[in-house]
Structures are given as structure tokens and as C-alpha cells.
Nanobody, 128 residues
Framework: QVQLVESGGGLVQAGGSLRLSCAASGRTFSTVAMGWFRQAPGKEREFVAAISWRDDRTYYADSVKGRFTISRENAKNTVYLQMNSLKPEDTAVYSC?????????????????????WGQGTQVTVSS
């Protein structure tokens, strides 16, 4: 059974920073990419960022470009999201996700149906 566990969320003032982590576990875990999504109260879940597991490709939503950085440590099956210059509108539950094996071709589009494994999420609250 594959599990994704996020950590690092919390309360921060506007302009501050947080670093989220997502660790994947499970004997059969294999993926082509990992991504971060977020869901604010009363809104649909949206794509934040994604990173290839095999090369240097990264993709970001326009709303976080220049402020957020996604990175990974393959040996630890862990992906990170460094969030700087946080804004109140970044407040949301942040979840990591991964496609199963090589099943996804369009993971870089941020489409949710490309991702098979999902974590429970971690709350990020940015106060003004």
C-alpha cells in the first residue's frame, strides 16, 4: 500500500515562508512525477506545482510562480514545496499527489485525474 504523508503546514504572517514536505512510503511506490495541489475553503482543489521524478522539469501555477519552489529527494521518496512571500490568498489545505508508475503522460498539466496517490493534506494559514 502506498502512502503519502505531508508535513510542515502552519500559521504564518503575510510575507513569511513555509516549507512543506511529502514523504511517500510503500514497497511498490514508483512514479514519474509528484505534485502539490491546494484547496481553499469553499473553492475547488487547484494545481500548485509538479516535478518530474526523472529529470529537471518543474511546472507551476501562474499564481505561485516566482514565490514557490518545488524540489525532490528521490532517495527519500520525498518532495518539498518551499513557499516564500506568502499571501492570505495562499491559505488552503495543501496535498501532495503522485501518478502510479509510468501511467501518466500529462502529469505536467496539473490535471487531477493524472494522479493516483493522494496525501491527507496539511493546513497552511496566512494571516494579513
Amino acid at each position: 500500500q502506498v502512502q503519502l504523508v505531508e508535513s510542515g503546514g502552519g500559521l504564518v504572517q503575510a510575507g513569511g515562508s513555509l516549507r512543506l514536505s511529502c514523504a511517500a512510503s510503500g514497497r511498490t511506490f514508483s512514479t514519474v512525477a509528484m505534485g502539490w495541489f491546494r484547496q481553499a475553503p469553499g473553492k475547488e482543489r487547484e494545481f500548485v506545482a509538479a516535478i518530474s521524478w526523472r529529470d529537471d522539469r518543474t511546472y507551476y501555477a501562474d499564481s505561485v510562480k516566482g514565490r514557490f519552489t518545488i524540489s525532490r529527494e528521490n532517495a527519500k521518496n520525498t518532495v518539498y514545496l518551499q513557499m516564500n512571500s506568502l499571501k492570505p490568498e495562499d491559505t488552503a489545505v495543501y496535498s501532495c499527489a503522485a501518478p502510479q508508475g509510468d501511467s501518466s503522460v500529462y502529469w505536467y498539466t496539473g490535471a487531477e485525474w493524472e494522479y493516483d496517490y493522494w496525501g491527507q493534506g496539511t493546513q497552511v494559514t496566512v494571516s494579513s
